[in-house]
């Protein structure tokens, strides 16, 4: 790094016998010259953990930390918003509500998620489970223009979102339109 020095000199921390000795101030000087990339780069390191100033090619090695595959045709906007809230949305993952804000936040769109499952205590014994037999849930994204909608890109959100053992269906619809599940 040219032009750089580094702001915690090897030659500033030398013994006093040391101090007024030419040619052992030259050697430090040329071990500081190495050394300040690696200084500075630790020194700023911090910003190297935060979405919003990581540079956008560590933004995927970032997102790997947490176990978030990012998009690559996505904004980096988007990527940054996905890996700051990801730690909340991984709070949420396998559930109805975590899917529907990953939806959100990574295409932009409401869905309508509809699921088979439910969960609901009683104190009265043989009381009926909620929800229908089968594990299921459909995502539906109503779209101004579905044909733009990236269906694969979709599929592999709600994928990494559901639960192993549960099926899912993704539904691409116009905006307006009354598509069955």
Not at 68 to 81: F, K, M, P, W
Not at 96 to 110: C, H, K, M, N, P
Not at 124 to 142: D, F, I, K, Q, W
Request: overall charge negative.
């Amino acid at each position: 790094m040219k032009g750089h020095s580094n702001p915690h000199s090897v030659s500033e921390r030398l013994p006093g016998v040391y101090q007024y000795e030419t040619f052992v101030h030259n050697l430090c000087a040329g071990l500081d010259d190495g050394l300040a990339p690696v200084v500075l780069t630790l020194d700023s390191f911090p910003a190297y953990l935060d979405p919003g100033t990581t540079p956008a090619d560590m933004l995927s090695w970032l997102a790997g930390w947490i176990g978030v595959t990012l998009e690559s045709g996505q904004a980096v906007d988007g990527q940054r918003r996905l890996v700051r809230q990801a730690v909340e949305l991984l709070r949420w993952r396998g559930t109805a509500e975590g899917l529907r804000e990953a939806i959100r936040t990574q295409v932009g769109v409401d869905p309508q998620i509809a699921e088979t499952g439910g969960s609901e205590w009683s104190a009265t014994p043989g009381t009926p489970l909620p929800g229908e037999p089968g594990n299921r849930v459909v995502v539906r994204l109503a779209v101004p223009d579905p044909g733009r909608i990236d269906v694969d890109r979709i599929e592999n959100l709600v994928a990494s979102w559901v639960p192993a053992h549960v099926a899912y269906r993704v539904e691409i619809v116009a905006a307006g339109s009354a598509a069955s599940t």
